[in-house]
């Protein structure tokens, strides 16, 4: 859908045409199947690379139209966040060194695009969610000003009919409400594409399910969203959150989300999927059609099934089915979605080879996996990979085993025959399956950024470390030495870019506060249990309304027991306050004029951190 024109589905004429281009577009479908018309060799292998732009500091900077006009490349695209790109790279046959030669294109891509972007100080960095990501940059105004997104934003918008509510627990919990599809501008991904057999396509698709949860857990690199530790691959919970168009009321019927890894086998003909999915997902969006599928077919002229197409970039299965036409001839192929950008060029494609390997493997007595594994235990193993990576224990034929041992036992050497079968050198399975292996035995994207960051923060605060984090990740993947070979961040590492120091980077939020109404007593001991010399008092409404300093109450500490004094008779209503985004040389100099050790941090009226002279 990304390279269409389109607009919002909303007038009775304009659904009556789209639904009858849609039911046209399936049976041409079904007919060029029954028909042979479906290209079954070559098999092909494609991918797409979506990256993010950061600034000087590795915040996020929104300045991607302006690096895709100046690079000027048609294998260049937008994303929906103003600070993301994607490479679509060619279609390579799958034999001899097609992963290295794939490889090197998109090396060459992103240098190019990195020559462009050098001219904006801008950086390019490969990861599933961008550690420095924070809420001010999923907001409408940093979506992409193209038509389609904000169709697609609107569609949603409406077919929710509520804000979205993000719940994602994992070591730590993130819990918010957001009113746009922004949040889908957290996710990147290496999406792999590979081109199946029509007649082998049933018995395919139930095998990329099969797989798709240790394949996942040594690919996993996205632990953080927000500053929160979550899942190992948290993009898999966001994803399914961010677009999902069911009203929170309605979760506990059977309607599957957009996003999903599906209910159940697929069991029919390759068009049942499709068929599935419309009947699931009305249509959100449509474009203009010119000719009709059936009578395009009749004409000799092969259809790329436009209104299919349409739909079906709005059901974002993990393991998608997509149909294409290339060099005149028809094809389809399994898109793989839940596979993160990142760390470096040379994982990526290390898991895409991985993927492929298992799949063109796949050995005869798997050809029939829906009647030997329960499909509810397929579905686990991959949300168990999500939360846990290579610390999952996945349920394989009836045995409990870990990622580990069936990684190493059966799924590296089956995907080394399956790539010798088509001819691969071994030299290339060699180069990129020891990635794998490494990663196994040392540690992949998510295990490294959390030990990392677990470290950064032992002398840093929560910010100043996810920056630092992010410096010396890209300083790492532009060696584009595989992630297993870095060494975790001890505590001391800085940067040698510029960060420019604010009072976000070194404030507490952390924060103990109280009510105004709180008896004094109460408020003493919390401030002598926690050693805090600075109370914020805060009201029903979680705006800062006063302060209270150790030096206002500790002349009251022997009046405790008859007292019934309250906060509000001790507190300073009249106060100093900063914003997080202040300079710190600023925040010293407000403290030295005013004789004042602490300053609340707030934003518009709520107080987001406390900055003292201990901190500075």
Known sequence: MGNLHVTKLSKKKDKANYIHQLIKDIEALD?????????KAPIRIGAEQEFCLVNEEFLPNGNAL??????????????????????????????????????QQLKDLLNKAKIVADKYNTRIALTGILPTLSLKYITIDNMTPIQRYYVLN???KVSRKQDFNIHIKGVDELNLLHDSLMLEGCNTSFQTHLQIHPDDFIQSYNWAQTISGPVLSICVNSPFLFGKELWSETRIALFTQSVDTRANSFLLNEKQSRVSFGNHWETGSITDIFKDNISRFRSLVTAEFEKDSIEMLQNGEIPKLKALSIHNGTVYRWNRICYGVGGGKPHLRIENRYIPSGPTTKDEIANMM???????GRPKSEDNIHETMDFKDVKSNFFKAARYGMAAQFKWKGKLISSKRLILDELLPMAYKGLYKMGVLPRDAENYLTVIENRVNIHNGSEWLKKSYRNLLKRKKPIEALQVLTANMYLKQECDYPVSTWKILDKEVHTTFDIDKKVVHVMNTDLFSVDKKDSLELV???????????????NNKKNLVGLLSWTDIKNHINEIEESTKCVQNFMKDELITITKDTPIAEAKQRMLENNISCLPVVKGKKLVGILTSKDL
């Open 154 to 156: 609107d569609a949603i």
């Open 66 to 103: 302006d690096i895709l006009k100046e690079i000027n490349d048609h294998h260049f695209t937008t994303e929906i966040g103003n600070y993301n790109l994607e490479i679509n790279l060619d279609p390579f046959e799958l034999k001899a060194d097609c992963f290295s030669k794939l490889h």
């Open 524 to 538: 003493i001991h919390i401030m002598q249990w926690k050693n805090i010399h600075h109370m914020p008092v805060i």
């Open 354 to 360: 991985f993927w492929v390997g298992i799949m063109v």
């Open 31 to 39: 007919f060029m199947i029954e028909n042979n018309m479906i290209e």
